[in-house]
């Protein structure tokens, strides 16, 4: 069986106190959630306070990003060992918005998702097709490819740690959800793409969430789908009321 995760995605929200309040009022309303994985995702600068505040509950953390190297002369960036030391657990990576304005390409994520594996992190990979793609009927090939490239020769133990998200780009922030229907059907093609690379048994424990406007009003139908293993939430996740919903699934 494979257990649900729930992570939100604070992309580039909250200082410090601002996370500290969020995540406070977070963990009253999620007490005793055990059978779904909750995951909070903040900017770098609070992930410090937010694991500390998280450790021994029913949150984890993760991080938006990370370089692919250890360490070196790459001014600006973080390594996947430093979230480690720092006690996350996930790291998104390859998420539209940093290959729509930062360059990040299906090999660049494969570095990352590959360094993060070997640290010890869980990626949680994104795919998605952008709004011209799905009217071009190409929603298939463009998120097998970025699969198979993103996800290229991981060892066979490392597969069930990866998480991919499919967030279709023209569902993000625009208040627009794929059906679940819809999503469910790329959902369990990416499955079996991974299938293809990977095996049935592999593709079969790995966890797939749809994200693009999830919402306490969606959530349920979403999660009823057969493929759908959780969702990756932007804007919702800001707030503690509206995320703690969508983890218990409650409209
Ligand atoms: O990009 C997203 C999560 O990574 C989705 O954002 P929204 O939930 O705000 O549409």
Redesign the pocket.
């Known amino acids: 069986m494979r257990k649900p995760i729930i ?1 939100g ?1 604070w ?1 580039m929200h909250k200082t410090g106190a601002e996370a500290k309040q969020l995540v406070e009022e977070l963990k009253e309303l999620i007490a005793g959630v055990e059978d779904v994985e909750i995951v909070v995702c903040p900017p770098f600068t609070a992930l410090e306070t937010v694991t500390e505040l998280c450790r021994g509950t029913n949150l984890t953390v993760g991080a938006q990003n990370m370089h692919w190297e250890k360490e070196g002369a790459y001014t600006g960036e973080i390594s996947g060992q430093m979230l480690k030391y720092l006690g996350c657990r996930y790291v ?1 990576v390859g ?3 940093r290959r729509q304005y930062f360059g990040e390409t299906n090999e660049t994520v494969n570095k990352k998702v590959k360094a993060a594996l070997s640290c010890g992190l869980y990626p949680i990979v ?1 795919v998605g097709e952008t709004l011209e793609q799905r009217e071009a009927g190409i929603t298939a090939e463009v998120c097998r490819k970025q699969v198979e490239e993103g996800l290229a020769s991981l060892k066979d133990d490392q597969v069930s740690r990866v998480v991919v ?1 499919y ?1 279709p780009v023209w ?5 627009r959800t794929a059906s679940a229907r819809d999503a469910e059907e790329v959902i369990s093609y990416i499955r079996s793409v991974v299938a293809g690379m990977y095996g049935e048994k592999a593709a079969g424990e790995m966890r797939i969430q749809y ?5 306490p009003d969606n959530i349920k139908e979403l999660m009823e789908q057969p493929n759908i293993d959780g969702a ?6 800001l707030k503690a009321q509206s995320f703690a919903q969508i983890v218990r699934f409650e409209g």
């Open positions: 992570a995605n992309k998104i998420h539209s918005e994104c998200a967030e569902a993000i922030g625009t208040g994200g693009g406007s999830v919402k990756l939430v932007g804007g919702a996740s």
